[in-house]
C-alpha cells in the first residue's frame, strides 16, 4: 500500500500522526481540534471560535496537499455537547458549496485539552 504523509504548516498535532495521509487517489485529513498552532493552545471565544479554528487548521493541510474544500467528499464532526450543533452547522456551512461532502456528527464523552469538537475529512484528487 502506498502512503504519502502530509505536513501542513499552520495545522496542530498532539500526538504521533501524520497530518493528512495521501493515498489512491484520496487524502485523509486527521482530525483536528481547535488548537492554535502558534500558542499550542485551544482557541479562546467559545465554540464558534473553536469551530473556526478546526477549519483553519484543516485547510492547512488540504492547501499543502494542492486541494481544497471543493473536493472534499467526507467529514466526521464530533461533538461533546450537541447543542451546540447549531452553532458547529452555521461555521461549517461556510466552507462547502453544494453539492455537499457527506457528513456524519457524532456526541462523545470527551475530545483531546478539553476541546468542544474535532473535525476530520476525506478529500478526493
Known sequence: MSRTPVTAPGAAAIGPYSHGIRSKGFLFLSGQTPIDS????????????QVRQCFRNLEAVLTASGLGFDQVVKCN???VDMDDF?????????????????RTTIGVAA????ARVEIEMIAEY
Do not use: W
Not at 502558534?38 to 471560535?49: D, F, I
Not at 447549531?86 to 457527506?102: D, G, K, L, T
Open 38 to 49: 502558534a500558542t499550542s493552545k485551544l482557541v479562546e471565544g467559545g465554540m464558534e471560535a
Open 111 to 114: 475530545l483531546p485539552m478539553k
Open 77 to 79: 464532526v464530533f461533538l
Open 86 to 102: 447549531p452553532v458547529m452547522n452555521r461555521v461549517y456551512a461556510e466552507h462547502f458549496r453544494e453539492p455537499h461532502p457527506a
